[in-house]
């Protein structure tokens, strides 16, 4: 779906010169980890009825900043599989530079969890590519 004209972002001429990696990497909008090169985006729709917690997360999100977008990525690191059980997240949790993990109705705040006991640099499991 096309990113609102509102939310756009005109590219100036010397960016529109630009090429490659580049060009990818000047924001397209005012959401831009949400906007592709092309302006469009992959929308997801959230509904009071069928999910009502994250509908308000989303209405409580946009009180406070004006915008009622967020994103919806992936749980991993780049090389590393997607979590699929509440420890793989609290493993990931620990391992980047998250503060905050929610588990349900549990929320982890970083600095209140115990510290690891294992070596927990994530770049010398998985190599990158």
Known sequence: APVHERRQRTLTEAERALWGIDLLNVPKSDIPAVTHVDYSARIQTV??????????????????????????????V??????????????CFMRTEMDLLV????????????????D??????????
């Open 103 to 118: 588990l349900e109705n549990c929320l982890l705040v970083k600095a209140e969890q115990p510290p690891p006991t294992q």
């Open 47 to 76: 509904h009071r009825e069928t999910n009502p917690r994250y509908y308000k997360l989303i209405e409580a999100f946009e009180r406070k900043t004006g915008s009622a977008v967020l994103v919806n990525t992936s749980f991993n």
């Open 78 to 91: 780049r090389g590393e599989p997607i979590v699929c059980t509440p420890a793989d997240a609290y493993r």
């Open 120 to 129: 927990l640099d994530w770049r010398k499991e998985f190599e990158l590519d």
